[in-house]
């Protein structure tokens, strides 16, 4: 199993990026995907979590109404659209795979300046 983020940088608060997960090494179509993020000096934490039809999609409070998570089963890929980042919002974003064995990616770097 391989998860490559991409997408990540720096913004001023208030913009917008959009992070990409692409998968590989497993049926891409059956598992839940999520991003979790992890800031400095705190838990890693739960952001978002798509089932694999993307009929249920779950955010936690601090991102709902300005984050969506979607993903393209044919392209084996989840994104996450972020929009009017606030610097709380800075953290490394790390994908997951909810495979039996359960999978990370390596992280990509948001920052947000204020």
């Known amino acids: 199993v391989q998860l490559v983020e991409s997408g990540g940088g720096l913004v001023q608060s208030g913009g917008s990026l959009r992070l990409s997960c692409a998968a590989s090494g497993f049926d891409f179509g059956l598992f839940y995907m999520s991003w979790f993020r992890q800031a400095p000096g705190k838990e890693r934490e739960l952001v978002a979590i798509?089932?694999?039809?993307?009929?249920?999609?779950n955010y936690a409070d601090a991102v709902k109404g300005r984050f969506t998570i979607s993903k393209n089963n044919g392209k084996n890929t989840v994104y996450l659209q972020m929009n009017n980042l606030k610097p709380e919002d800075t953290a490394v974003y790390y994908c997951r795979a909810h495979t039996q064995a359960g999978a990370w990616g390596q992280g990509t770097q948001v920052t947000v300046s204020s």
């Open positions: 798509i089932s694999p039809s993307s009929s249920s999609i």
